[in-house]
């Protein structure tokens, strides 16, 4: 009863009345204008177009010492765990930048931005194809190469166009060839142009790898009807600094990235190295070197006018880590990965199935001096079985002896070695002598026997 004659007093009072009525007026006014305020806003970021992500959303990391570089989201609807390609965990070094990257591909592909607005503006598109990891080991590469430098001009690079297609090693987005609909709306390649057009760039250069390359690699130019001046005197560059070839594509499409890209007055062009018969590192090295040239052009950072020598030799212990690395992937995929990076050199399995027998030789007999590196011709049919058993610490060093007199006689790795266990193929020797190593790199010491 107290409670309601005070609530009757209260509202016998008209002055009260009016300010609940005003209250409850300014709360009306706000519910109907800021709710739906911020379920537009909701809506528009679940469904917005990739080149409109707005900058406050990008992700900034500083250096102390380099200007900033900002890394955001491109493409939120292709993300991918690009870890998941072994081409691409086992040769691109982790680094704070990469690392950056490699977490926010899950998300979606991304833009890296770099340098200043004194200049021309650059995007480098790599990976349209996810079977192309020579792209995206070179592109990641550069980014690198560049992160910690002062330039005029806006670099923008994205390293992997569609990260889960490169998750799955698969050229294939969505049931058809990305690189034949970048001219059709919402498509990945039509977002990286339309994202170029926005930004007002001038140079695009799309970053490919594929088959029947020649070893130099390859420029395409788009053809003479549609081609610009400024794309002519590009590619002649690339080719007076790289020695690689020129071409016109036959396979032009209206729905590629370079053709997409022209006909929206971007210049473009792309750039290929060999994917299938040489070594992964061996390919990304050349395409970097492509990349630089395209880039030097423009007066982005180029070549390094006091390269580091090259070096001629790995010690022990860089061995020891190669061999870790190699005996790893082995019991992962069953089968050897193309090369091996040792003291920043790309070395393929016959080279490095010399360093290992050289090696196991060498700690044999107690000595531990660095290893000449050698050229070795791969095998020319590897073939092999052998039976479940153990290779003796005694039998192991014979056959490291009858492997380096092999190499020594024909200049390649042979193709299997006889021993106890039956003749093993190629890939198993340098398994084993990679489990070998790994063991001396662990206990100093060479084992008494290896199981396989």
């Known amino acids: 009863m107290n409670k309601k004659r005070c609530l009757n007093n209260y509202f016998s009072d008209k002055r009260n009345l009016n300010i609940i009525i005003v209250i409850f007026s300014i709360l009306s006014i706000l519910f109907f204008v800021l709710i739906p305020g911020c379920y537009a806003a909701d809506l528009n970021s679940s469904n917005s177009s990739v080149y409109t992500q707005s900058t406050s959303d990008a992700a900034t990391y500083t250096s102390s010492t380099t200007p900033n570089y900002t890394i955001y989201i491109l493409d939120n609807t292709v993300g991918g765990n690009v870890l998941a390609n072994p081409e691409i965990s086992q040769n691109i070094p982790k680094t704070d930048l990469s690392n950056q ?4 591909t899950k998300q979606g592909s991304v833009v890296v931005k770099l340098g200043n607005v004194n200049g021309p503006k650059l995007l480098i598109s790599a990976g349209i194809h996810g079977n192309e990891e020579e792209a995206n080991i070179a592109v990641m590469k550069y980014l690198e190469y560049v992160k910690d430098l002062n330039f005029n001009g806006t670099l923008y ?13 698969s050229r294939i987005y969505n049931g058809q060839d990305p690189n034949r609909i970048a001219n059709i709306s919402g498509t990945p ?5 339309k994202f170029a057009q926005t930004e007002g760039i001038e140079y695009l250069l799309d970053v490919h790898s594929g088959g029947g390359v020649y070893s ?13 001046i400024k794309e002519k005197n590009w590619t ?3 080719k007076s600094q790289t020695g690689c070839y020129i071409s016109t594509d036959s396979a032009d499409s209206p729905g590629m990235i370079r053709n997409y890209a022209n006909s929206k007055g971007i210049n473009s062009i792309t750039i290929e190295v060999e994917r299938d018969n040489i070594p992964t590192a061996t390919a990304a090295e050349t395409e970097f070197k492509l990349i630089i040239a395209a880039a030097q052009y423009l007066g982005f950072p180029g070549y390094n006018p006091t390269p580091t020598p090259t070096p001629s030799t790995v010690t022990m212990s860089q061995l020891a880590s190669a061999a870790a690395t190699v005996k790893s992937y082995y019991e992962s ?8 990076t040792i003291n920043n050199q790309s070395v393929s399995m016959s080279s490095f199935l010399y360093l290992l027998a050289t090696a196991t030789i060498q700690a044999n007999s107690g000595s531990s001096a660095a290893i000449s590196l050698k050229t070795v011709n791969t095998p020319t049919y590897p073939s092999g079985t052998i039976k479940t058993g153990n290779i003796y610490k005694s039998e192991f060093i014979s056959m490291a002896q009858n492997i380096l007199s092999y190499i020594s006689t024909n200049n390649r790795a042979p193709d299997n070695i006889s021993c106890s266990l039956g003749n093993m193929n190629f890939s198993k020797v340098v398994y084993m002598y990679s489990k070998i190593i790994n063991y001396y790199k662990t206990y ?7 199981s396989m």
């Open 101 to 104: 990257i490699f977490e926010m």
């Open 157 to 169: 690079v994205v390293p992997f166009d569609i990260p889960i297609d490169t998750a799955l090693n």
């Open 189 to 193: 390649g039509w977002n990286i142009v």
């Open 216 to 228: 130099t690699g390859l420029i395409y130019i788009n053809s003479p009807a549609t081609q610009t």
């Open 236 to 238: 002649n560059y690339i």
């Open 333 to 340: 995929n069953k089968i050897l990965p193309d090369s091996v």
């Open 444 to 450: 100093n010491r060479l084992p008494n026997y290896v």
